[in-house]
């Protein structure tokens, strides 16, 4: 099972249960990237306070925030109207307080300066978080979008007018959204890895609990699914990967969550893909359009990096979620981009990371945990290696219906009769994820069978020693030698894949 653990705890980090409070998060350690030095995970602009090594620091304002004229970048303090016009908007941005994307933006970089006491802004953070977990129909998610794209302000005030300065010629609404909320998720990562010399204020900080990073305390299936609404559209809301990725940091219940829900991954490698695509080109006059390329892999390098850590196995489980042939070529097409920015550490360092992951995998067939393709004989086996190291994870979770959030022990669990596999943690969730809407058990409990009947494993006993002696060795050479020795039709993986919602395209 994928067990994420406290990430480089200090002496006097404190975990309650599977809560990783801000302050047992030690300072991000040095990336083997020869001279990229990885300070932090923030990010070189806007200039803000960050950690590194336990000292403070503060950033000079690069030339692309420094040249935006409607944004005042001294370290001066917030002006103190801001928290609560922001949290008054973000909390109901429909009603008569709403403001447009424009106007966010710039007060979301505003608040930004005010350094190390970012994280007490409470009011503001705890807004923030709301704003964006909010599961929203289609419609509402629409009506939304084009009252955050155009602007219905009431530029009396002299403080909302304050915040419509000229912008960039080339700046479009959408543009405008993707750098609201870019700066918005990015301002409740900087609240979580920002640098506190006082950490017996903690209990005054934005986030105190794993309830602030779940307002609405719903199961974290819907929470998943609230925060990738964002993210449906490749040419919009990237800056949600970074958020995702910081509260997986924070949350082991919901970082298993997003490792069951290759949604995620699909989302980020679209977004991925689309940057490439829309590169400009060097002779363009749109000078802005490399920088919403650049914090696309920042973005998506985050959720990789913060959910990997390096770590093989987690790596592996992360490609098997995607087109891995697509994030192969990926890999090779982003490798200009990243070196002139990771340079200068903060986010992009993520991306490096992640990237060069990827690339140690180039050259042979992916398979997770396991033998080369070649050592297979027929590369359409490589389905059933990965279609296996689904099944063996999906067998260590305590329920198998998404958004479960109950407490029930794994070995108090029951085992669905008729794969084997799946467990849940009552009757009634089993019965719900039977005729699933998405991804019904039904459908992947008879491909389970298929396979048990090719490799002659209906026998219960027979087939659990085969799963448990999958998890004890870290690899299926056991279940691979079953399948040369029944010649298993490589469809049967194929079919678990689909069940599961994995593309077939590896």
Not at 334 to 361: H, K, T
Not at 435 to 450: E, G, M, R, T, V
Request: charged letters at 20%.
């Amino acid at each position: 099972m994928l067990k994420p653990s406290l990430l480089w705890p200090s002496k006097s980090s404190a975990v309650n249960g599977n809560w990783r409070h801000p302050k047992a998060v030690a300072p991000w350690p040095s990336s083997k990237l020869g001279n990229h030095s990885r300070h932090c995970p923030l990010g070189s602009d806007p200039p803000i306070w960050g950690q590194c090594h336990r000292v403070a620091y503060k950033y000079k304002p690069s030339s692309f925030t420094a040249s935006i004229p409607s944004l005042d970048l001294c370290m001066s303090p917030t002006p103190h109207y801001l928290q609560p016009l922001l949290a008054s908007a973000l909390g109901d941005p429909l009603g008569s307080g709403a403001l447009c994307a424009h106007a966010l933006y710039s007060a979301i970089v505003q608040v930004l300066m005010c350094g190390p006491s970012l994280p007490y802004q409470v009011k503001f953070l705890k807004a923030a978080m709301k704003f964006m977990a909010t599961q929203r129909s289609p419609p509402e998610h629409a009506r939304l979008r084009a009252r955050l794209l155009s602007c219905e302000c009431n530029i009396c005030i002299p403080e909302i007018r304050m915040l419509h300065g000229p912008m960039p010629p080339t700046f479009t609404a959408v543009d405008k959204l993707n750098f609201m909320l870019f700066y918005l998720c990015k301002a409740l990562r900087m609240a979580v890895f920002a640098y506190q010399p006082k950490l017996h204020d903690a209990a005054k900080r934005w986030p105190a609990a794993e309830k602030d990073i779940n307002p609405f305390s719903v199961p974290l299936g819907q929470l998943c699914d609230g925060l990738l609404s964002w993210a449906e559209d490749p040419s919009s809301g990237y800056g949600v990967f970074t958020l995702i990725g910081t509260m997986c940091v924070l949350s082991a219940k919901f970082e298993l969550e997003v490792l069951a829900t290759p949604r995620v991954f699909q989302y980020a490698t679209s977004h991925l893909q689309h940057a490439l695509d829309n590169i400009p080109t060097h002779d363009t006059k749109n000078l802005w359009a490399p920088r919403f390329s650049s914090r696309v892999f920042a973005c998506a390098g985050n959720l990789f990096q913060d959910i990997a850590r390096n770590k093989a196995r987690t790596v592996d489980h992360i490609l098997t979620c995607v087109n891995w042939d697509q994030m192969r070529a990926i890999a090779r097409q982003v490798q200009p981009y990243l070196e002139p920015n990771a340079s200068q550490g903060g986010d992009m360092c993520d991306s490096v990371a992640w990237f060069d992951a990827v690339r140690a995998r180039e050259g042979r067939q992916f398979l997770p945990s396991g033998r080369p393709a070649a050592a297979m004989g027929n590369p359409e086996n490589a389905y059933l290696q990965v279609a296996w190291g689904h099944l063996v994870t999906m067998r260590s979770r305590k329920c198998t219906r998404r958004a479960c959030m109950s407490e029930t022990a794994l070995e108090e669990s029951k085992m669905c009769g008729g794969c084997g596999v799946a467990r849940y943690c009552g009757v009634e969730h089993q019965r719900d994820a039977w005729n699933s809407p998405q991804h019904p058990h039904k459908k992947l409990c008879s491909a389970i069978q298929d396979l048990r009947r090719a490799i002659h494993l209906e026998k219960d006993d027979a087939w659990t020693r085969l799963i448990h002696d999958t998890e004890s060795r870290r690899a299926p050479h056991q279940f691979l030698a079953l399948c040369d020795q029944y010649g298993v039709n490589p469809s049967l993986g194929k079919a678990i894949l689909a069940a599961v919602g994995v593309p077939l395209t590896h």
